[in-house]
């Protein structure tokens, strides 16, 4: 199977990374959660980052302009006329 070694090397490499990256964010989480202060803090960052993504999706969606589907397009060519 062709690119089977990069598949092995994404899933060990994810393995032996995600998986100290995930205990750290969760030792963070505990730590935060202990008090009412970080748990303020915890609330505010998780606000702020649904603020900003719905502000990116929203300014990227402006970007996009209209969108025109293959069933909606117009309809130039109706006729060949070739009797004429």
């Not at 062709?2 to 060990?12: A, Q, T, V, Y």
């Not at 999706?57 to 909606?72: H, K, L, M, P, V």
Request: charged content about 20%.
């Amino acid at each position: 199977m062709p690119g089977k070694g990069k598949l092995h090397f994404l899933f060990w490499g994810g393995i032996l990374v995600g998986l100290p990256l995930i205990n750290e964010a969760g030792a963070l989480e505990y730590r935060l959660l202990a008090t009412s202060l970080g748990s303020m803090e915890l609330l505010v960052v998780v606000l702020s980052c649904a603020i900003l993504l719905r502000w990116y999706i929203g300014r990227s969606r402006q970007d996009a302009g209209t969108i025109i589907f293959q069933e909606e397009e117009p309809i130039d060519l109706l006729v060949l006329k070739l009797g004429s």
